[in-house]
């Protein structure tokens, strides 16, 4: 009997991976400021609200432009440290120019005594999503634990960053998986369970 795949969504991951790729070999970096302008095209939160993004690690779509535009417009922003593995994410204040450390998979983190905030928005990478607003990751599960216990909690706004190459007809769904609010490409922003925006 053969030995079972431990990650029987890596044929996905794999041509997700191969289709993120070719996007960003078209856009480079151009696609930042497109990104940015399309959120503030739809997006108007108050400076009150804390946004937390990642740091683009190979060919994730590029959100450091948009980052830093929030953080001229007076929204507190956050990055993600790992804390362990099957925690959910921790979020700390960063600002343009702010040192950051390898940290859990080698991605850059803000040092851990930094500030803790925590988030109404949350702009997320991945490698596909569909049309329900399902998103394929990476495979460790921190970001459905984080939206898990931040939904639980709080309430929390996910939107998905990503070219629009990177959509799927669909996308598998265990319990554990949690959805999308939103997600903004290269074409604009678009609302799940909702008509195009």
């Not at 049309?131 to 990751?137: D, F, H, I, M, P």
Request: net charge neutral; hydrophobic share 45%; glycine share 10%.
């Amino acid at each position: 009997m053969p030995a079972q795949d431990p990650d029987p969504k890596r044929e996905l991951r794999d041509r997700a991976r191969a289709a993120r790729r070719a996007a960003h070999d078209r856009f480079g970096a151009r696609i930042g400021p497109i990104l940015a302008a399309n959120f503030f095209a739809r997006f108007s939160h108050p400076p009150s609200v804390d946004i937390a993004g990642y740091w683009p690690i190979a060919e994730e779509a590029d959100v450091c432009p948009l980052m830093t535009a929030l953080d001229a417009r007076g929204h507190r922003v956050a990055l993600p440290r790992v804390i362990r593995r099957g925690a959910p994410l921790r979020f700390l204040r960063w600002r343009p120019g702010d040192p950051l450390a390898p940290g859990f998979g080698a991605i850059p983190e803000p040092a851990a005594d930094g500030e803790a905030i925590a988030p109404r928005v949350l702009l997320l990478p991945l490698l596909a999503f569909d049309g329900s607003g399902r998103r394929l990751g990476y495979g460790g599960g921190f970001y459905d634990s984080t939206l898990a216990a931040m939904r639980a909690r709080t309430g929390v706004e996910a939107i998905g960053v990503a070219y629009a190459d990177q959509e799927v007809d669909s996308l598998p769904a265990a319990d554990h998986d949690e959805h999308l609010d939103w997600v903004v490409t290269e074409l604009g922003c678009r609302r799940f369970g909702a008509p195009d925006s």
